[in-house]
């Protein structure tokens, strides 16, 4: 203690406890003040100051010296001295779901990715995405992510947990690694793939371990019944005329939903001349994206479902299906017929698809289908698999949940997944996870999972990290980071490195080891040409000639059969439980993305939210109406839901989907929904009878986007089937009140050079909202939040409508994407007092954010109510993250603002731009708006109407050319091909659904 | 109108008097000025307070409005105007009735407009003061609201002078100009006059000031009455411009329900209705808070009641014209906004309406309702609340279900509607309780004119 410092105390005391002698307490009292509190500024003399000073300066030139790890992040697709501050590079990589990898090509800005796009190289891809990798950018500067390794909810390093990781794998060297689990979800990639080898080779007593909510089990054993073995099945839809999907939702997800989409569309693209379409029947027992396509869709509980199938497998031949009898009820019976003799008809071009999440019979009867129809081979291809190591994910689940109990695991390391939250409820997994000394949890945010591990380490970005991943059909993908983790965090490679003991621990290294064994010589220029294509080319996994082993399915159809007798029951006191992933936040890994939350789900709309769908029959008998909150009781476990009333959705069975009520997530995902998992067991992994629903009499609140429901006889979205088509090609014309002469004396505005036009085809649109979020991205949309939605001020610039037709029961679901239609007589540009609104002269209306005062009077006036304003200051501009995400190229609103579709205005002035310093004409094409860009059936279209060669305006040309409201002589540009079904012309309009032509 | 109110005047004329007998020039001053003159009522201190109370509420509001953001209201996408727009039209209505009854009325020579025109020429100040705020509150980015106005901006950009916002921008600054000078023209004599008598020094100097030297010379009345009758001529059309033009707001744009050429007129007539309403809402307790029975006559009673009568026929004529045009025009969007009125989730605003406007008003036929004080201020009192009714089916129920079904929503009005509403209405009445206090709320020397020597003088000339 210096002299000062001693006299200080003696002069001033803070309590009586100081100045008492007891050295203890004394010693106790001194910790409240940090070491620095001692150095008295008083007294400080120059020499000091300049010691304290120049110490200071030292260590602070220290810090700089941390070596940064070089990493060659290269080779750009452009040479890296093109690096100009505001014109993006674009980088091939890939990002996966459910082990599959879907090829994009990455935007970036001065090294931070801002933009994802579908790499047209990439199979699963051509140049599409799903909204699943629109959203990953958000994930990736999502501000909950974890930032540091934690033991115990305690900050760590990354060395302090290898400190421990590695003497409790050198312990397990001896054991053969007995004690040493791998838990993760499934995976395709050739690096995981050798590294789990070489654990093998370190731990032969190891094991891995799958766990997915989507594991696609029910596919794995239906390939196991039918071939022997393990393959991967996979689809051709350009070669498939009629298309049975058993609750398969094909078209928005899965792995190469993209791919399928734009294939099934390609096959139902109609023209004037042009009259060749597929057909689709979808049996559903919950309605899917795909089911709102079809052209007819039966919405049957799982157990009638089952029962269809059967009698439709049954019509096709399929051994040891006839056991059933006839497929039900009259109705039903004449179904069977029809889609049986299509599919007849059409052997050799057809597909019988069941859905990932669809249980192993369904699976079953749809491969024996296919090979009853002569398909395989042709449109369904059986492959190799995929996945590394296939496996079932239940069985997989089961044995680790046995040998925690068992206490066999004394190391178990959880990469990425969240089993807490989402493992089947009868395992409860997370009290045999107690039971294990030492776990560690490798995720991408703190979780459920996290929280029940002593170590949470934090997951990198796929856009964050080296890998490699397949595609659908097996082409392999480098992944390339686009930036350095964040946050720290490391790749599943990295840490699996460390439990192989490999010298290799970062990620380029790992997955460079594995890529120099396979290219071999002349590596250097093979990997770039990898990293650039983003694919390695001719890599896809060739059609596999397989047996169908006839008897084994045989064996699983009688089985199934002789269960399924009972079940066909109706019984009155209980409701039958269906499970899905959420169209949105899927399994729940997306619960903290803003963009996925708020986009509203293919038949709800709903955001922010799951809920109990009920069919209006089954709510009317229970006297239940949205948003009454019901208690679902199954077997000893139950949940709390809010029911909604769903058209479409089967009788008597209660729809959940899965991915809501995270217990443990970020601040955008808490709140949000409820949890199903609880009344999900082993046994019911897909559906399960015997389920209880109890009003509870309480209400909440839900965020519907659209709360009309019926189109009230206005012709806004058009169709016809394809022999009305055929018959009467101006159809869709005819139906609206056309459009007046022009009754203006002065004359109208010449557009001359360029003029702006967008053509949507409501025929191939899937609804499957990619480019709602594709334009969140591109725009910086801002997230409003649920209470907001709830008052109508959702952001989104382009959205996606739906209206029902027909009856409650057995509905027909239409959808339209509608964005501003750039009117060349906008109503709202005269009435904004200040000009903020405006047209330019290619016939944009133009958004002058900065002008604006925000009266609202043009959003009032726009008969299409596409404009959106800023009720609140909506964009984050305090998150530092945050800021990154934003696309440079377009402002960030403000509160009291204006706003709506551009045309992407931002990319075509780039392309302006761009065509002027070449000094060369606009190509067709050459500008994609970000909605067209990720659409996976091409149903968006723009260009330039006044080119006449443009697609734009050929479209304009064709019959089922239309705009809508084009009465009020608003002169759209945004316009519309009616959508044109192909109903079975045997089924007639016995069932309501086909034949007429629909004018709504 | 003119016949109607010539009408009502040849056989009023023979009906009581408008100036109650036995008062002299000395006692109409002496009781006018008493209001203002004498110690402050018990019954003030209360009244205004709970006036002020309201006028902070208004403040609160405004300050949470100004710091969040106009997102605190109950609008939204379909619903891009709510409860300000509403208010804003409803106090321009209101505000109507002062220079209908100061400007039209002395042109067509309607004496008895003499005792109530100061007290709704202030209304009309107050009214359209309150109605002048709300444009400015419901912008997104109220501080830049300076942009409406055509200011040589460096920028070059003018305001678009297609939008009937900036005619509005135009009209009610116009209108408030005009009538604040008529107004204040009009109480240059009172003025000297308060300036005669108080007692009180500084107000004798305010008053002073405020009457420009006023020495009741006949040169002084001359140009006085010269000044008023021009002015008088300049706002007469105004009457007619202000609320059309706020009617084209609405007419300009193309929402069913808002796109119909009968709103100016009808727009109009609604305002006269509902100002005259707001003049009887106030004057009936006023009169009897100061005991101004003798300058308020039952006869004022039953006139004003008559213009309502007329003004409201009209209104019903609007309603019915709009019903039949909706029908008439086989126009889907026009005939569904109908059903909706009708039968949609507003019904019951319409419901209300219909009762309050259509209902209400024929009671106005009866002598026997149009000689009850209390009757006819009921009926006033419904005719408020009606027309801010009209005002919310035309705004809110038209906009919530336009063209595309999928955009249809619902507009819940939130606390800080209902605040910056209820503030507005503090904010009129403390400002209206100020001036009862403050300035003579009848005019003294036209009340002189009214007498019978004044008016003998005026018969034998």
């Not at chain 1, 440079?888 to 065509?915: A, H, L």
């Not at chain 2, 444009?135 to 460096?154: E, K, M, N, Q, V």
């Amino acid at each position: 203690m210096s002299e000062s410092d001693r006299t200080d105390a003696a002069r001033y005391w803070r309590g009586l406890e100081e100045r008492t002698p007891d050295a203890a307490l004394q010693a106790q009292l001194r910790p409240e003040f940090t070491p620095q509190a001692d150095v008295a500024p008083q007294g400080l003399d120059r020499r000091h100051f300049m010691q304290v000073m120049g110490a200071s300066f030292a260590l602070a030139g220290l810090g700089a010296c941390t070596r940064q790890p070089v990493e060659e992040l290269v080779p750009y697709a452009r040479p890296p001295e093109d690096l100009v501050p505001g014109r993006p590079l674009y980088f091939a990589t890939a990002l996966t779901l459910g082990g599959f990898a879907s090829g994009v090509l990455v935007e970036s800005h001065t090294g931070r990715p801002t933009k994802i796009e579908g790499n047209p190289e990439h199979p699963s891809s051509l140049g599409a995405t799903d909204r699943f990798a629109q959203a990953a950018l958000l994930d990736l500067y999502d501000p909950d992510r974890s930032r540091a390794v934690l033991h115990l909810q305690r900050i760590r390093s990354w060395e302090a947990f290898l400190q421990v990781l590695e003497p409790a794998l050198e312990a397990q060297v001896p054991l053969q690694g007995a004690g040493l689990r791998i838990l993760s979800g499934s995976s395709t990639s050739p690096t995981l793939a050798a590294q789990m080898q070489r654990i093998r080779a370190r731990f032969p007593q190891a094991r891995w371990h799958r766990y997915e909510t989507v594991s696609r089990d029910g596919l794995r054993s239906a390939t196991l019944a039918a071939f022997g073995r393990y393959v991967e099945v996979r689809y051709d839809f350009s070669q498939a005329d009629v298309v049975v999907a058993l609750d398969s939702d094909f078209l928005t997800t899965g792995p190469g939903c993209v791919r399928y989409a734009k294939d099934f569309m390609a096959r139902r693209r109609v023209r004037e001349g042009q009259y060749g379409m597929s057909r689709l029947y979808c049996i559903e027992s919950t309605p899917s994206a795909t089911g709102a396509v079809a052209d007819h869709r039966l919405s049957l509980p799982p157990a009638q479902q089952l029962a269809c199938a059967f009698a439709l497998a049954f019509e096709c031949g399929v051994h040891g299906t006839g056991v059933l009898g006839p497929a039900g009820a009259g109705d039903l019976e004449k179904w069977r017929q029809i889609i049986g003799l299509d599919l007849r008809e059409h052997a050799g071009r057809s597909i019988v698809i069941a859905g990932d999440e669809s249980p192993v019979e369904l699976q079953a009867l749809a491969l024996a289908m296919n090979q009853r129809l002569g398909n395989l081979g042709r449109s369904v291809i059986v492959s190799e698999p995929i996945e590394v190591e296939p496996t079932s994910h239940i069985g997989s689940l089961r044995d680790l949940v046995q040998d925690m109990r068992a206490g066999q695991v004394e190391l178990l390391l959880v990469l990425g997944g969240n089993p807490v939250y989402d493992a089947p409820a009868d395992l409860d997994f997370t009290a045999a996870m107690a039971k294990v000394p030492l776990r560690a949890h490798l995720a991408f945010a703190e979780d459920e999972t996290s929280e029940n591990c002593h170590w949470h380490l934090p997951l990198a970005h796929e856009l964050e990290t080296w890998s490699d991943a397949r595609a659908h059909d097996g082409t392999v993908s480098v992944m390339q980071p686009l930036i350095d983790p964040l946050f720290g965090g490391k790749s599943m490679h990295e840490l699996l490195a460390v439990v192989a003991g490999d010298k290799e621990r970062n990620g380029i290294d790992i997955v460079r080891r594995t890529w120099t064994e396979r290219l071999g010589a002349d590596f250097d220029t093979r990997w770039r040409r990898i990293l650039h294509d983003g694919v390695v080319a001719g890599s896809e996994e060739p059609l596999l000639p397989l047996e169908l082993q006839r008897d084994s399915l045989t064996q699983l159809f009688l089985g199934v059969a002789s269960d399924l007798a009972p079940r066909l029951e109706r019984r009155n006191d209980s409701l039958e439980v269906v499970f899905r992933v959420d169209p949105t936040v899927h399994d729940g890994r997306f619960a903290n993305n803003g963009w996925l939350q708020e986009l509203p789900k293919p038949w709800t709309r709903l955001t922010w939210d799951n809920a109990a769908l009920l069919a209006p029959a089954t709510a009317a008998r229970l006297g239940l109406a949205n948003e009454d909150m019901v208690e679902l009781e199954q077997g000893t476990r139950k949940v709390r839901a809010p029911v909604w009333v769903l058209p479409g959705q089967p009788e008597d069975v209660v729809t959940l989907h899965l991915g809501y009520g995270r217990r443990r997530v970020g601040r955008v995902g808490t709140g949000a929904g409820f949890d199903a998992h609880p009344l999900r067991t082993s046994a019911g992994l897909v559906h399960a009878s015997g389920l209880r629903l109890r009003p509870t009499g309480e209400q909440v609140k839900l965020a519907c986007t659209q709360l009309q429901h019926a189109m009230e006889g206005r012709h806004l979205v058009r169709e016809g089937s394809l022999s009305e088509f055929r018959d009467h090609p101006h159809f869709a014309q005819e139906m609206g009140h056309g459009v007046h002469a022009p009754t203006s004396l002065y004359p109208g505005f010449e557009y001359e050079g360029r003029a702006w036009g967008m053509v949507v085809d409501l025929g191939a649109c899937t609804g499957c909202n990619a480019c709602v979020v594709a334009c969140n991205a591109e725009n910086n949309i801002p997230v409003v939040g649920k209470a907001q939605v709830r008052k109508g001020r959702e952001m989104h610039w382009l959205r996606i409508d739906r209206y029902f037709e027909g009856s409650a029961e057995d509905p027909r679901v239409v959808q339209q994407p509608v964005m501003c239609m750039h009117c060349e007589n906008a109503p709202c540009e005269p009435v904004c007092p200040v000009g903020a609104t405006s047209h330019g002269k290619e016939g944009l209306n133009e958004m002058v954010y900065n002008r604006c005062v925000g009266t609202r009077y043009c959003a009032n006036n726009c008969p299409y109510k596409v404009r959106r304003f800023n009720f609140l200051q909506y964009a984050d501009q305090e998150t530092e993250v945050l800021k990154m995400l934003r696309n440079p190229d377009v402002t960030v609103r403000t509160r009291g603002v204006m706003e709506k579709c551009t045309y992407c205005v931002q990319r075509i002035n780039q392309t302006r731009i761009q065509i002027k310093k070449e000094d060369r004409p606009l190509r067709d094409g050459e500008i994609l708006t970000a909605c067209q860009q990720v659409c996976p059936s091409d149903a968006i279209i723009f260009g330039d109407i006044n080119d006449p060669n443009s697609k734009v305006a050929k479209l304009r040309q064709q019959p089922l050319h239309y705009g809508i409201l084009e009465e009020l002589n608003t002169r759209p540009r945004t316009t519309y091909l009616a959508r044109v079904t192909n109903p079975n012309p045997e089924r007639g309009a016995a069932a309501g659904h086909a034949g007429d032509v629909r004018g709504h | 109108m003119r016949e109607m109110c010539v009408a009502t005047e040849t056989r009023t004329t023979a009906d009581s008097p408008l100036v109650a007998p036995g008062h002299t020039t000395a006692t109409v001053t002496d009781k006018i000025a008493a209001v203002v003159l004498q110690s402050t009522p018990r019954w003030f201190y209360p009244a205004f307070g709970a006036s002020f109370g309201l006028l902070m509420l208004f403040m609160y509001a405004v300050t949470i409005l100004f710091a969040k953001g106009v997102g605190i209201w109950g609008v939204n996408n379909p619903a891009g105007w709510g409860f300000a727009i509403v208010n804003f039209v409803w106090w321009i209505g209101i505000g109507h009735a002062g220079t209908l009854i100061s400007a039209i009325l002395l042109l067509l020579r309607q004496k008895w407009r003499q005792s109530i025109n100061r007290f709704a020429e202030a209304m009309t100040l107050f009214a359209v003061a309150c109605a002048g705020i709300y444009p400015i509150l419901h912008l997104g980015r109220p501080w830049l609201a300076y942009w409406l106005f055509p200011y040589p901006a460096t920028t070059g950009v003018w305001p678009q002078f297609r939008s009937p916002l900036i005619w509005d921008v135009f009209a009610i600054s116009t209108y408030a100009l005009v009538s604040l000078m008529f107004w204040y023209v009009g109480l240059i004599p009172d003025l000297a006059t308060l300036r005669d008598r108080t007692q009180n020094r500084i107000a004798r100097v305010v008053y002073g000031m405020m009457a420009m030297g006023w020495r009741g010379s006949a040169a002084h009345w001359h140009n006085h009455d010269t000044a008023c009758i021009l002015l008088a001529a300049l706002a007469t059309p105004l009457v007619v411009s202000v609320h059309s033009v706020v009617s084209l707001d609405f007419a300009a744009g193309l929402i069913p329900g808002w796109h119909a050429t009968i709103f100016p007129p009808y727009f109009v007539a609604g305002a006269i209705f509902a100002g005259f309403a707001m003049v009887i809402t106030l004057a009936i307790p006023l009169r009897a808070a100061f005991g101004l029975h003798d300058f308020i006559t039952e006869r004022h009673v039953r006139n004003m009641a008559k213009v309502m009568l007329a003004t409201g026929l009209i209104v019903n004529y609007g309603y019915a014209i709009e019903i039949f045009i909706a029908w008439y025009s086989g126009n889907e969007y026009e005939q569904y906004m109908l059903t909706n009125r009708v039968l949609g989730p507003y019904r019951y605003i319409w419901y209300s309406l219909i009762l309050c406007n259509v209902v209400a008003t024929q009671f106005l036929w009866s002598a026997k309702v149009r000689s009850s004080a209390v009757a006819v201020w009921v009926v006033s009192m419904f005719i408020n609340v009606g027309m801010w009714l009209e005002r919310f089916v035309i705004v809110v129920t038209s906009l919530t279900r336009d063209f595309m079904p999928s955009a249809w929503g619902m507009y819940y009005p939130t606390r800080f509607d209902y605040f910056t509403f209820f503030g507005t209405i503090g904010l009129f009445l403390s400002l209206m309780f100020l001036f009862v206090r403050l300035l003579p709320m009848i005019s003294i020397f036209e009340i002189r004119t009214l007498l019978p020597k004044a008016r003998a003088k005026e018969k034998s000339a």
